[in-house]
């Protein structure tokens, strides 16, 4: 990309300072810079739109795998504005995306000898399904980049196409009445979208419900893995403290290997629990009895905790035991309940009625637990 | 294809029939598969599948459906209860419960 390009102004960024023909030439200029899925420019009657690529290069993969791991997670977002795949006309298609750089790669790379246009609104980096929940994926946004995009000018017909999940945001039949647009929901799925175009627009009911199989379940597995290093970090110092204690007090002779041994084999069932919590919860979601998800993580505890003190720490002592029946489980229970999050079935209302049997009994169990845990060190 | 169902009898969901003209939009924008029209007009025939995302009702050109709109975030409803704002988890999600707009 031309230095000259990226001064330029941003569509839903121009500067009262900037000359009135530029503002003219570039209002629908979305400004992506030098980004690496940018293939030059199209001329279009309203200026240059820029050309995506329908292929996902080194960058866009190294940017993927480190967005799912957390890193720079929140700033992983696309310059709104309108773009165009292929040699768009004024019959093409128009495909409307958030501004997520997930959301936005996985549309691209299933457009592939297409030619249309899309339009990236500003969801403030945020995916389509929780910017539209959000409402920053919503009907006046969808309005305003219409607008700005002068996108009219370039359309003979007036129809967009809004993925499924940004529903919850937008108003079809205002957005109708308000601009005279129509919106066409189209699938859940990116990968769906070269079927719904080629058959008029029309999905099927599997195109309308989002998966939830088991890579969807652990596809947010790496960020509550990556969440759990700081708790992880306090318990070892916790065990730590309390072995270093316990040593002290018995009189006996300090060394340290042993401490650090004790410490990390103390450590090692609740990292078990939390694993359990992080990994298997999701993964065996639908074969664990019951309905709301701190109970099924309290059930897959459970049985680690009976696997735990009867066979690899056997044989435990009552105070043992009842300490880890009490800790282990309550960690599935409580990361199972946080899972709530990242399923696509889950409501406010449920989640709130589980919250309130859910989070009581974790904080009694816990509290009873840890101080049990402690006794253990001293008696 | 695997329906997932949360909580039975939890959501907050209501269908106003006297007001609908059975267009169908319900059936398309739901992600649940909650509605089914029969009989030219819609029925809601798997209640405990919905998850509140308040599509149906803000695609409703008769308004004929009421839904409290959330996210089924308990992290998100536990940072709300403590009052600590902008702190989020999930796929880039950024929710917080304050920020829905009213229905």
């Given at each position: 990309?031309?230095?000259?390009?990226?001064?330029?102004?941003?569509?839903?960024?121009?500067?009262?300072?900037?000359?009135?023909?530029?503002?003219?030439?570039?209002?629908?200029?979305?400004?992506?810079?030098?980004?690496?899925?940018?293939?030059?420019?199209?001329?279009?009657?309203?200026?240059?739109?820029?050309?995506?690529?329908?292929?996902?290069?080194?960058?866009?993969?190294?940017?993927?795998?480190?967005?799912?791991?957390?890193?720079?997670?929140?700033?992983?977002?696309?310059?709104?504005?309108?773009?165009?795949?292929?040699?768009?006309?004024?019959?093409?298609?128009?495909?409307?995306?958030?501004?997520?750089?997930?959301?936005?790669?996985?549309?691209?790379?299933?457009?592939?000898?297409?030619?249309?246009?899309?339009?990236?609104?500003?969801?403030?980096?945020?995916?389509?399904?929780?910017?539209?929940?959000?409402?920053?994926?919503?009907?006046?946004e969808l309005i305003r980049m219409v607008h700005q995009s002068r996108l009219?000018?370039?359309?003979?017909?007036?129809?967009?196409?809004?993925?499924?999940?940004?529903?919850?945001?937008?108003?079809?039949?205002?957005?109708?009445?308000?601009?005279?647009?129509?919106?066409?929901?189209?699938?859940?799925?990116?990968?769906?979208?070269?079927?719904?175009?080629?058959?008029?627009?029309?999905?099927?009911?599997?195109?309308?419900?989002?998966s939830f199989n088991l890579f969807d379940r652990l596809t947010l597995t790496?960020?509550?893995?990556?969440?759990?290093?700081?708790?992880?970090?306090?318990?070892?110092?916790?065990?730590?403290?309390?072995?270093?204690?316990?040593?002290?007090?018995?009189?006996?002779?300090?060394?340290?290997?042993?401490?650090?041994?004790?410490?990390?084999?103390?450590?090692?069932?609740?990292?078990?629990?939390?694993?359990?919590?992080?990994?298997?919860?999701?993964?065996?979601?639908?074969?664990?009895?019951?309905?709301?998800?701190?109970?099924?993580?309290?059930?897959?505890?459970?049985?680690?905790?009976?696997?735990?003190?009867?066979?690899?720490?056997?044989?435990?002592?009552?105070?043992?035991?009842?300490?880890?029946?009490?800790?282990?489980?309550?960690?599935?229970?409580?990361?199972?309940?946080?899972?709530?999050?990242?399923?696509?079935?889950?409501?406010?209302?449920?989640?709130?009625?589980?919250?309130?049997?859910?989070?009581?009994?974790?904080?009694?169990?816990?509290?009873?637990?840890?101080?049990?845990?402690?006794?253990?060190?001293?008696? | 294809?695997?329906?997932?169902?949360?909580?039975?009898?939890?959501?907050?969901?209501?269908?106003?029939?006297?007001?609908?003209?059975?267009?169908?939009?319900?059936?398309?924008?739901?992600?649940?598969?909650?509605?089914?029209?029969?009989?030219?007009?819609?029925?809601?025939?798997?209640?405990?599948?919905?998850?509140?995302?308040?599509?149906?009702?803000?695609?409703?050109?008769?308004?004929?459906?009421?839904?409290?709109?959330?996210?089924?975030?308990?992290?998100?409803?536990?940072?709300?209860?403590?009052?600590?704002?902008?702190?989020?988890?999930?796929?880039?999600?950024?929710?917080?419960?304050?920020?829905?707009?009213?229905?």
């Amino acid at each position: 990309m031309s230095a000259e390009s990226k001064k330029l102004p941003m569509a839903g960024d121009l500067h009262e300072t900037e000359c009135c023909t530029v503002k003219e030439v570039t209002a629908a200029y979305a400004d992506p810079g030098d980004a690496n899925w940018v293939k030059g420019e199209f001329e279009t009657a309203i200026g240059p739109v820029h050309r995506i690529a329908t292929t996902l290069d080194r960058q866009d993969l190294t940017g993927s795998v480190k967005a799912r791991w957390g890193v720079g997670r929140m700033n992983y977002s696309v310059a709104p504005g309108l773009y165009a795949v292929g040699n768009p006309n004024h019959l093409s298609a128009v495909l409307v995306s958030a501004n997520y750089k997930l959301s936005f790669d996985y549309l691209r790379r299933e457009l592939d000898g297409l030619d249309l246009w899309i339009l990236v609104l500003d969801t403030q980096g945020i995916n389509v399904w929780c910017a539209a929940g959000k409402g920053s994926f919503g009907t006046a946004e969808l309005i305003r980049m219409v607008h700005q995009s002068r996108l009219g000018e370039l359309i003979s017909h007036r129809t967009l196409v809004l993925p499924q999940l940004a529903a919850p945001g937008v108003s079809a039949h205002q957005v109708r009445k308000e601009i005279g647009y129509k919106v066409v929901y189209g699938p859940v799925r990116a990968a769906d979208i070269p079927a719904f175009l080629n058959t008029g627009n029309k999905a099927d009911r599997t195109m309308r419900h989002p998966s939830f199989n088991l890579f969807d379940r652990l596809t947010l597995t790496p960020i509550e893995l990556a969440a759990l290093f700081k708790p992880v970090l306090l318990l070892t110092v916790f065990l730590f403290l309390l072995n270093l204690l316990s040593q002290l007090l018995s009189g006996g002779n300090f060394i340290p290997t042993l401490l650090l041994e004790q410490t990390f084999s103390d450590l090692a069932p609740f990292i078990i629990s939390a694993l359990i919590g992080t990994i298997l919860v999701p993964a065996l979601l639908p074969y664990i009895p019951g309905r709301a998800l701190a109970w099924k993580g309290w059930v897959l505890g459970i049985a680690w905790a009976l696997i735990y003190t009867t066979i690899i720490a056997a044989p435990a002592g009552w105070l043992q035991t009842t300490a880890y029946f009490l800790t282990l489980p309550v960690i599935p229970a409580f990361l199972g309940m946080n899972y709530t999050g990242s399923t696509t079935y889950t409501s406010l209302s449920g989640v709130v009625k589980e919250m309130n049997y859910a989070l009581p009994l974790i904080i009694i169990s816990a509290s009873l637990g840890l101080t049990a845990l402690i006794g253990t060190y001293f008696i | 294809m695997m329906k997932f169902r949360y909580l039975k009898n939890v959501v907050t969901l209501r269908l106003d029939q006297s007001k609908c003209n059975g267009c169908g939009m319900c059936t398309e924008v739901c992600p649940q598969q909650v509605y089914t029209i029969k009989d030219k007009m819609s029925h809601i025939t798997d209640r405990d599948a919905c998850l509140e995302c308040s599509a149906c009702a803000r695609n409703c050109p008769q308004q004929a459906i009421y839904v409290r709109q959330g996210v089924g975030c308990a992290y998100a409803v536990l940072m709300d209860k403590l009052n600590i704002k902008g702190k989020c988890c999930g796929d880039a999600c950024g929710c917080s419960l304050d920020n829905i707009p009213e229905h």
